[in-house]
């Protein structure tokens, strides 16, 4: 499986951006999609899932901001970033796992960099 995620970029606060993660390798339909950040000098943290099953997730600090969305036909992960604030400055990762019945699989794609000025 691979995993290229694109989008990134610098944008004012307030701002949008659409993050994109193209899987390839697999049916998308046996993933169960994340993207991840890290900010500068930080851990890296989930941002948002969305379960083969439909089901989404979203941390508390991008809630109400941003929304993730699968495109089974294209194989992509979307991740629309609105009202941007200087602190999801991050390199922003893609992440797959395999649904549980296929195994404890994983995958990373690069980071997409956002950068957002205040």
């Known amino acids: 499986v691979q995993l290229q995620a694109s989008g990134g970029g610098l944008v004012q606060a307030g701002g949008s951006l659409r993050l994109s993660c193209q899987a390839s390798?697999?049916?998308?339909?046996?993933?169960?999609m994340a993207w991840y950040r890290q900010a500068p000098g930080a851990q890296r943290e989930l941002v948002a899932t969305a379960s083969s099953t439909g089901v989404k997730y979203y941390a508390d600090s991008v809630k109400g901001r941003f929304i993730i969305s699968r495109d089974s036909i294209n194989q992509l992960v979307v991740l629309q970033l609105n009202s941007l604030k200087p602190e999801d400055t991050a390199v922003y990762y893609c992440?797959?796992?395999?649904?549980?019945?296929?195994?404890?699989?994983?995958?990373w794609g690069h980071g997409t960099l956002v950068t957002v000025s205040s």
């Open positions: 390798g697999t049916i998308i339909s046996f993933l169960d």
């Open positions: 992440n797959a796992k395999d649904v549980p019945w296929r195994g404890p699989n994983e995958w």
